[in-house]
Structures are given as C-alpha cells and as structure tokens.
T-cell receptor, first 111, second 114 residues
Framework: DQQVKQNSPSLSVQEGRISILNCDYT??????FLWYKKYPAEGPTFLIS?????DKNEDGRFTVFLNKSAKHLSLHIVPSQPGDSAVYFC??????????FGQGTELSVKP | GAVVSQHPSWVICKSGTSVKIECRSL??????MFWYRQFPKQSLMLMAT?????????EQGVEKDKFLINHASLTLSTLTVTSAHPEDSSFYIC??????????FGEGSRLTVL
C-alpha cells in the first residue's frame, strides 16, 4: 500500500528552465509534507516543507505547492541548475509523526 | 547543520553471518533515531524507531529478532542484521531527530550478502 507516490522515476530539464516534480498521496490525515534531495552515496538532505494548512511555500528557487483536494503536491525549481541534478523524495508525516516516503524522482538538469 | 554519520558505508558479508551498522549523531544528542531500508528505485521504508534507553519500536512486517536495534547512548544507535541472507541485501539509512524536531540523515550503508 503505497501511501505516497512519485509516478515519474526520472525527469530531464534544460538548465535555466523550470523543473516540476510531482507527488501524490492517499491519506488525508497527513499534516506535514517535506521534500528531500539525495545525491549518490549520500543521505537525503532536507529541502523544503509545507504544512497541510497552507497551499504554497517558497524558499529561493524552490516552491512547494499543495493541493489538498487533489491530494497532490509539487516542487518547482526555477531556474534549474546542473547542481540540482539529484534524486528528490517527497515525504508525508502521518498522525504518529512518522515520515512516509515516495519512491523518488531522479532529476537531471542539462547544461 | 547537524551531522549524522553511518559506518560502514559499504559492507559485503557471507550468508549466515551478522553485520552491525552504526549511526552516530556527531554534534547533537538524539533521543530518537530511525532506521530505513531502501531497495533500488523504491522509497525509503521505515523499519523501526530507536529510542535511547528503551526498546525499539518496529514497523509491521519487520522482524525484530532479525534486525536488532540498540540505542545505548544519546549519540549512537546500532542496527545488527543477524544471520544475514542475500534477500537482506539493501541500502540501510538512519536518521536522527534534532532538538528542533528536524530529521538529519546519515549517508547510508549498502549491505551485500553473498
């Protein structure tokens, strides 16, 4: 039972353009959503988060949008840079405070 | 930022042996640490929650006798894969909860059981 899904395993974007990574979830009781970035041979690092009571959170080039009615969140990176190339995981926090992760999307930003 | 270190980062062992993986919070005390397992192209699956000074809480389907977790101090949690078999080969990642509640992840440990 995959409660958090990232249906695109990979995404390729040209440098300077917008990268949009998507995430869908099934549990309406999730109260907090996070995005993590992971480079090969390293652990995930926190990128940006959003509370379930908000629909947008912005931090520099990164913006996360939350659509609760559609149970969908997305991460926008603009402008995309080659250093953004990594695997991005979305995660949702359940009522017990545990994080449920998606499968990850590998972003490749080409110069 | 806070640093969490895992050791070893890569281990190969023979089937039937036990392997211990360490997770250390280097510059903060973590009363709670988490152990995850990741198969290729799949999500991080929470295995257990490790609380300092008490027994770990295991997720459904995770064998506690197979995956022994010890959280003996505020900076160290260990995961021991006992009597490892090839199906235990995976990428194991720990995370530690900082004082602000933020999670910091280790670099991960890749286990290959021959």
């Amino acid at each position: 039972d995959q409660q958090v899904k990232q249906n695109s395993p990979s995404l390729s974007v040209q440098e300077g353009r917008i990268s949009i990574l998507n995430c869908d979830y099934t549990n309406s009781m999730f109260d907090y959503f996070l995005w993590y970035k992971k480079y090969p041979a390293e652990g995930p690092t926190f990128l940006i988060s959003i509370s379930s009571i908000k629909d947008k959170n912005e931090d520099g080039r990164f913006t996360v949008f939350l659509n609760k009615s559609a149970k969908h969140l997305s991460l926008h990176i603009v402008p995309s840079q080659p250093g953004d190339s990594a695997v991005y995981f979305c995660a949702a926090r359940n009522q017990g405070g545990k994080l449920i992760f998606g499968q990850g999307t590998e972003l490749s930003v080409k110069p | 930022g806070a640093v969490v270190s895992q050791h070893p980062s890569w281990v190969i062992c023979k089937s039937g042996t036990s392997v211990k993986i360490e997770c250390r919070s280097l510059d903060f005390q973590a009363t709670t640490m988490f152990w995850y397992r990741q198969f290729p192209k799949q999500s991080l699956m929470l295995m257990a929650t490790s609380n300092e000074g008490s027994k770990a809480t295991y997720e459904q389907g995770v064998e506690k006798d197979k995956f022994l977790i010890n959280h003996a101090s505020l900076t160290l949690s260990t995961l021991t894969v006992t009597s490892a078999h090839p199906e235990d080969s995976s990428f194991y990642i720990c995370s530690a909860k900082g004082t602000t509640g933020e999670l910091f992840f280790g670099e991960g440990s890749r286990l290959t059981v021959l």
